[in-house]
């Protein structure tokens, strides 16, 4: 795929502020480059529009959004946003395809929701959750600190004769659970790699807790709870500047039908609710769900999995506060969570969605070290074995293991191109399944001296339904489409009429019968007739104008 810019490492701020900024300025007729909101440490969240301003208004267009870095470490979401851009922006005007989505329908996008935190992640060993910021901090225990100075954090092995572990005698570089009868030998401990910081208690070590825990997408205020039902959710909803951002940016784009939020890892495709069963969601909505998420599975291969009922390994503490759920359960919008890259897939020993707590302790063992084997083949470079270190407090300790940031929880950089490309053939079908509204048809008949009957066939030849999802329409969210008409005298009919909702093929009923033939047993209600009576001079223009929030205007002209 042809792109501007190479996706063969990953973007930190400077350089993925320098590439926005070169697409803005080189495309101002297709770009539009927003600050949501400065950061603590003085970066940007940036919002992108693209479309062709030439063909409309870009809030008159059906919109779809795409973001990436709720969470810091999870950059490869970032770079599916970036790569997207790229490939739409770079390919207009030369691929039939592209040309037409971006003169047809706006993407938006929030390529880093969490500079600050993204750019610590990048540039530092340290592991964060969302942000570089304090929250609810534990003292004492072992702290992460890279000690040997390689840049990367890995495992540090303490020798004690209390320790669970040993030493796999067929490869050095696995270790292995310590059985019940191991009276004698070699045991350890494992630890992250760093210092140890005292604490008030026994002598039993134990593994600090990571005071950047402020978790972003526990903070969005659809079924928000406390820190003490659900960690990291922050002090109320939206209280971190970042995400209160990316909620403003939402609403402040009402057109917007869909929403891909890009995360890692796993190799997964997640729709909600993810708060209750499925049973209890809209059916036509479960299906719409699940087809477009198909579309993904066929690009990258990725499980199709609901939140709820396949994800969570807990119904009763599921996690809360999530963005998806807050734009499907309170804005109306089919939105997916995409957990990018799978390690375990590719090392041969994947995981099943939601019985990871419930698994044995041996499986995760074996998938551990098949993980590391895969590493060691495939990116040896991110691999080091153990290897001796003096540690100022412990002694003589050991450190080894894989880099987890480049090959556990986002591809190594040589793979990173190859993903990116097949997101992108996904987002891009995804995107086209929004509403798209038409006027098919504006005829005139004459019925008397200067007067003429008008009729106007207005449709959604969309995917999805005029107001997306049957959610919306619950909730009151969904706007009802307005048909207008001028020029000439109107004798009969309404100068602006509410026409309600319009299907998408997505509600037409098919399927085959019982003797083998397949069939429509019932279209979608995607179209609607609309006459008025004009009074008018010959050659005297009247106009008929659509307009949907989420599915667009339209509009068509015929003279007398």
């Given at each position: ?18 590439n ?6 080189k495309?101002p007729?297709?770009?539009t480059?927003?600050v ?30 795409v ?6 470490g999870?950059i490869t ?7 997207m851009?790229d ?6 005007g ?10 047809t329908?706006t ?13 610590t992640?990048?540039t ?8 570089n ?20 954090i ?40 760093g ?10 070590l134990?593994?600090k ?17 406390p820190?003490n039902r ?17 909620a403003?940016?939402i609403?402040a ?26 049973a ?11 087809t477009?998420?198909e ?59 939601n019985?990871r707590a ?19 083949e ?13 540690h ?8 080894g ?5 480049f090959?556990?929880q986002n591809?190594?950089?040589k ?5 990116m490309?097949q ?13 798209n509204?038409?006027?098919?048809d504006?005829?005139?008949?004459k ?48 100068e ?13 009923k098919?399927g ?10 019932a ?10 009576i ?17 599915a ?5 002209a015929?003279?007398?």
């Open positions: 795929m042809k792109t501007t810019f190479k996706y063969d490492h990953y973007y930190n701020y400077e350089e993925l502020k320098a926005l900024e070169y697409f803005a300025e495309y007729d297709l770009v480059l927003e949501n909101v400065v950061t603590a440490e003085g970066r940007n969240q940036y919002g992108v529009t693209v479309t062709n301003k030439k063909t409309g208004d870009a809030l008159s267009k059906p919109g779809w959004h973001d990436g870095n709720t969470h810091a999870e979401g970032s770079m599916a946003a970036m790569h851009l490939y739409l922006i770079t390919n207009y030369k691929d039939a395809e592209v040309t037409k989505l971006l003169d329908m993407i938006y996008a929030v390529p880093r929701i969490t500079p600050d935190g993204t750019e992640w990048l530092t060993p340290y592991t964060i959750r969302s942000v910021k304090v929250h609810n901090e534990v003292k004492g225990g072992v702290k992460e600190e890279d000690l040997d100075g390689d840049g990367v890995r495992m540090m092995r303490i020798p004690t004769p209390y320790g669970a572990w040993k030493k796999d005698p067929e490869n050095k570089d696995c270790m292995l659970p310590r059985d019940p009868g191991d009276r004698d030998g070699e045991f350890y401990d494992i630890y992250p790699e210092i140890f910081e005292e604490y008030e208690g026994d002598e039993n134990k593994t807790k990571n005071a950047w825990a402020l978790d972003f997408n526990r903070n969005f205020p659809y079924g928000w709870f820190e659900q960690a990291g959710a922050g002090k109320y909803p939206l209280s971190n500047p970042e995400t209160k951002a990316l403003d940016w609403i784009h009402p057109n917007i039908g869909g929403v891909s939020t890009n995360h890692t890892s796993g190799g997964m495709i997640m729709y909600p609710p993810g708060t209750k069963p499925v209890q969601a809209c059916p036509d909505d479960i299906k719409a769900f699940r477009i998420a579309m993904c599975k066929e690009e990258m291969g990725y499980q199709v999995l609901n939140l709820y009922e396949e994800f969570v390994s807990d119904p009763l503490n599921y996690d809360s506060g999530a963005f998806d759920d807050w734009c499907y359960q309170s804005e109306g919008i089919m939105s997916y969570t995409i957990e990018y890259w799978d390690l375990a897939n590719k090392a041969g020993v994947p995981y099943v969605a019985q419930k698994e044995p302790a041996a499986k995760s063992i074996e998938r551990f070290n098949a993980c590391m084997k895969w590493v060691k495939n990116s040896p470079e991110d691999f080091v074995g153990w290897k001796k270190y003096k100022p407090y412990f002694g003589n300790v050991e450190l293991g894989f880099n987890y940031k090959t556990h591809p190594p950089k793979f990173l191109k190859d993903l490309e997101s992108t053939r996904f987002l891009i079908r995804f995107a086209k399944s929004m509403p509204l038409q006027i098919d504006v005829k005139k008949e019925i008397g001296d200067d007067l003429y009957r008008i009729t106007a066939m207005i449709g959604n030849t969309g995917y999805l339904p005029t107001y997306v999802s049957d959610e919306a329409v619950k909730m009151g969210k969904a706007k009802t489409i307005k048909v207008s008409i001028k020029g000439g005298e109107l004798l009969s009919g309404k602006c009429e509410d026409i309600g909702h319009l299907s998408g093929y997505s509600r037409t098919t085959a019968c019982f003797y083998g033939n397949i069939g429509t047993s279209s979608a209600k995607a179209k609607k007739k609309i006459t008025w004009v009074k008018g001079k010959k050659n005297t223009r009247i106009t008929v104008k659509a307009v949907s929030e989420k667009g205007t339209a509009e068509k015929i003279r007398l």
